[in-house]
């Protein structure tokens, strides 16, 4: 059984910054692809980030230059750094695991929520 459990969450003061952890058991990180979703009060789940198997990584134009997603194979866990946190980006983010083989699925966390306050 696949599980991931996201970590780092908090409230945090605008400008501020925050590292969210996402540590998988039954399954590994490595040779797969990984990314973070956010959801805000009363909006759809966005994916912000997202690393492909070989490690090239990709960000919404919306957190570009501020997050920057990282995984760690040792610790079998994927990071996600956020400097100059807005209030706007006040949500709960999920991880998930995508392993790219045949068949194609998907592992979520149960989300961890970031408060930035004004």
């Known amino acids: 059984q696949v599980q991931l459990v996201e970590s780092g969450g908090g409230l945090v003061q605008s400008g501020g910054s925050l590292r969210l952890s996402c540590v998988a058991s039954?399954?590994?990180?490595?040779?797969?692809?990984a990314g973070w979703y956010r959801q805000g009060p009363g909006k759809q789940r966005d994916l912000i980030a997202h690393?492909?198997?070989?490690?090239?990584?990709n960000y919404a134009e919306s957190v570009k230059g501020r997050f920057t997603i990282s995984g760690d194979n040792d610790k079998n866990t994927v990071y996600l750094q956020m400097n100059n946190l807005k209030p706007e980006d006040t949500a709960v983010y999920y991880c998930?695991?995508?392993?790219?083989?045949?068949?194609?699925?998907?592992?979520w966390g149960q989300g961890t929520q970031v408060t930035v306050s004004s």
């Open positions: 998930v695991m995508q392993i790219v083989s045949i068949p194609f699925r998907e592992y």
């Open positions: 690393i492909n198997s070989d490690g090239r990584a």
């Open positions: 039954g399954s590994t990180f490595s040779g797969n692809a």
